[in-house]
């Protein structure tokens, strides 16, 4: 729990619509780190549960390059982008990780990439833990 959030990693690899598909049935989402405190709170969550890498709400998938939170739409901040990401290096490149040993993002294929992933809900409303 961090401030009125609630969260659960999951340290199995799975793709990125998996994770997405696995939070909203534990009425939940992938999570979305607003601040760099809650940025590094998750990547410390993360390391913690024993991953190295967990899927986050990040994806540019509507629009290349434009990088938004999936459940809002929203734009996010580039701040906490690894430098040179995002890169597209595993094109497509369209959804986004963070790695828990130095708390930055980084783009990955949503299909074929497996990773670990951090769902999110807020107050009374989670299933997260029951």
Known sequence: RHDDKCYQVHKEGYNWFFAKKACEYI?????????????????????SQG???????????????????????????????ATGEPNDRHHPGDCGMLHATNGQWYDDHCDSSKHAFVCETTGANSQIGK
Request: hydrophobic content about 40%; overall charge negative; proline content about 0%.
């Open 51 to 81: 991953a190295t890498t967990a899927w986050v709400g990040l994806t540019d998938m509507e629009h290349e390059g434009q990088w938004v939170w999936v459940s809002t739409l929203r734009n996010v901040s580039t701040t906490r982008w």
């Open 27 to 47: 009425d939940s989402k992938l999570a979305e780190a607003s601040t760099d405190e809650e940025n590094q709170y998750l990547a410390n969550l993360i390391y």
